[in-house]
Nanobody, 127 residues
């Protein structure tokens, strides 16, 4: 059974940086694509970033491209989301997700495609 535990959220000011971590356990980490989604109050969960098994290919939502960086360390079973130049509109609960099936540019943006989810970590950006 896959388990995902996020950490690293917090309260920061606009323009600051944060790095989120998601630790994976229960299966072979390098066999799973990983992603980060976020959900603001009253809004649907939205795709932020994804990374393939090996880490060679990454994908980003337009809203975070150029500011966020997803990476993974397969030796540590961990995926990261480095968030720079944070804005108040980045305020949300951030979730990591894992999926053993190959991802495509269409499927990766759809939350139900991802089979395993963490509990989320709150990121609050004040203006």
């Amino acid at each position: 059974q896959v388990q995902l535990i996020e950490s690293g959220g917090g309260l920061v000011q606009a323009g600051d940086s944060l790095r989120l971590s998601c630790t994976f356990s229960g299966r072979t980490f390098s066999s799973y694509s990983m992603s980060w989604f976020r959900q603001a109050p009253g809004k649907e969960r939205e795709f932020a970033a994804a990374i393939t098994y090996s880490g060679k290919t990454t994908y980003y939502a337009d809203s975070v491209k150029g500011r966020f960086t997803i990476s993974r360390d397969n030796a540590k079973n961990t995926v990261y989301l480095q968030m720079n130049s944070l804005k108040p509109e980045d305020t949300a609960v951030y979730y990591c997700a894992a999926e053993p099936r190959p991802i495509t540019t269409a499927t990766m943006k759809v939350a139900p495609f991802w089979n395993y989810w963490g509990q989320g970590t709150q990121v609050t950006v004040s203006s």
